[in-house]
């Protein structure tokens, strides 16, 4: 079975752009959850979707935003990058009720 | 608020010695606690979980005890080889939601 996927692998943007992170989830997994990893820091809670609803949010400003699609894929969006936005975006997938998410490899943005 | 808290942030052990890293929780509600090991450049993977009807779990070297009452919770790696040198996170679920919160992680060194 193929993983959860993420795109692109590195991302390099300048103070002020946007930046589209993409996720694919493992087929048959619902919700899909974002998280920043700032470097050597832990996993902070970004963004949750589950059957293309936004279910839960971060400790995150409204510059960070994404959706869900109907097949179940997902979009982190960051805009007005500022340098601290520097991090690993890991994506991860679960199949409901919860037995632990499968992550992808991330995308690293550089700002 | 939701906090996972996590010791300790470093840990280096011979060869063959054994590792403990301990969490604490803070929803009294959480009821499933996975433990994810982080290799230099790499993805996060599940090694272990655990959930609140249980009391401990374990998978060869690896074990993993709950204490509901106290709100915490270990993960204990017997026989420690240097290929278990990574980084360990613990997390908790928050009630009624498959949201985890993470840990701030634990490196581990096994030294050969």
């Known amino acids: 079975e193929a993983g959860v996927t993420q795109s692109p692998t590195h991302l390099i943007k300048t103070r002020g752009q946007q930046a589209t992170l993409r996720c694919s989830p493992i087929?048959?997994?619902?919700?899909v959850y974002w998280y920043q990893q700032a470097l050597g820091l832990g996993l902070q809670f970004l963004l949750w979707?589950?059957?293309?609803?936004?279910?839960n949010r971060g400790n995150f400003p409204p510059r960070f935003s994404g959706r869900q699609f109907p097949n179940y894929s997902s979009e982190l969006n960051v805009n007005a990058l500022e340098l601290e936005d520097s991090a690993l975006y890991l994506c991860?997938?679960?199949?409901?009720?919860?037995?632990?998410?499968?992550f992808g490899s991330g995308t690293r943005l550089t700002v | 608020g939701e906090n996972v808290e996590q010791h300790p942030s470093t840990l280096s052990v011979q060869e063959g010695d054994s590792a403990v890293i301990k969490c604490t929780y803070s929803d009294s509600a959480s009821n499933y606690f996975p433990w994810y090991k982080q290799e230099l450049g790499k993805r996060p993977q599940l090694i272990i979980d655990i959930r609140s009807n249980v009391g401990e779990k374990k998978d060869q070297r690896i074990a993993v005890t709950l204490n509901k009452t106290a709100k915490h919770f270990s993960l204990h790696i017997t026989e420690t080889q240097p290929e278990d040198s990574a980084v360990y996170f613990c997390a908790a679920s928050i009630k009624n939601t498959d949201k985890l919160i993470f840990g701030t992680g634990t490196r581990l060194q096994v030294f050969p």
């Open positions: 991860a997938s679960s199949y409901r009720p919860g037995r632990g998410y499968t």
């Open positions: 979707y589950d059957e293309g609803e936004e279910r």
């Open positions: 087929s048959g997994h619902t919700s």
